[in-house]
């Protein structure tokens, strides 16, 4: 099943090739395990101030893999490419 929740936000704010699945578009995809919880914990905070005020919770589901403009950068819930970096948004305005 695919879920999109950014459509709207790309069409309402004008951002560009953003929000959709589409050719010339960027990939920023998130796919997720809805069967398999996971814990935050220190481990597995990628973030670079290293600490998350989720820390310590459960999530009914966990990432199994992330791609940053077509990169992929999660792999099997393991990072694997630090060095990807977003790209900022563009608003067609």
Known sequence: MVTGYCHNPA???NI????????????????INPARP???????????????PFTGMTFS???????VNGN??????????INCFGTPLRFDR
Not at 16 to 31: C, H, N, P, Q
Not at 38 to 52: D, F, L
Not at 72 to 77: A, F, M, T
Request: proline share 2%; aromatic share 12%; hydrophobic share 40%.
């Open 61 to 67: 589901n966990s990432v199994v893999h992330t791609f």
């Open 11 to 13: 069409i309402r704010f």
């Open 16 to 31: 560009s090739k953003r929000g959709f699945i589409r050719e010339g578009y960027w990939a920023d995809l998130t796919v």
């Open 72 to 81: 992929h950068i999660v792999d099997n819930g393991v990072l694997k490419n």
């Open 38 to 52: 996971e814990r935050v914990t220190p481990s597995v905070i990628a973030s670079k101030c290293g600490w998350s």
